[in-house]
């Protein structure tokens, strides 16, 4: 389960940094880097919500690099069993679509060999 809530937390994060980049507009900014203020703005509200900006961004980003951190060693796992090994795992815990005898007929195994492939793939 703390590997599935990992997988969600990624790509929450990746997604806010993907809206921020978003609400950037390169052809909009001065040589200093600061967009430049909308008719009506003064410039300093723009540059304090630019500032603020690259703070979350800069917070998002750290708290993204620790969860992939926290991904890899599971992914490398993962990436070393056998397609049927890692399968079997993909169905027992990634997903609650499935439950243990509807993921073993998927597989068209008895339940009892099913449990056994799920434990010798977890070793």
Not at 15 to 31: A, F, M
Not at 82 to 105: K, Q
Request: proline share 4%; hydrophobic share 40%.
């Amino acid at each position: 389960m703390a590997y599935n809530a990992l997988r969600v937390d990624r790509e929450e994060l990746q997604q806010r940094l993907d809206e921020l980049d978003k609400s950037i507009r390169p052809g909009q900014s001065r040589l200093d880097g600061m967009p430049r203020a909308v008719t009506g703005l003064h410039s300093a509200p723009v540059e304090a919500t630019t500032i603020r900006r690259e703070e979350v961004g800069g917070k998002l980003t750290l708290k993204l690099d620790e969860v992939k951190e926290r991904l890899e060693p599971i992914e490398w796992a993962l990436a070393a069993l056998s397609d049927t090994d890692r399968e079997i795992l993909r169905r027992s815990f990634h997903s609650l679509d499935y439950s243990m005898s509807e993921a073993a007929a998927a597989f068209g195994l008895p339940l009892d060999q099913f449990r056994y492939q799920m434990g010798k793939a977890m070793r």
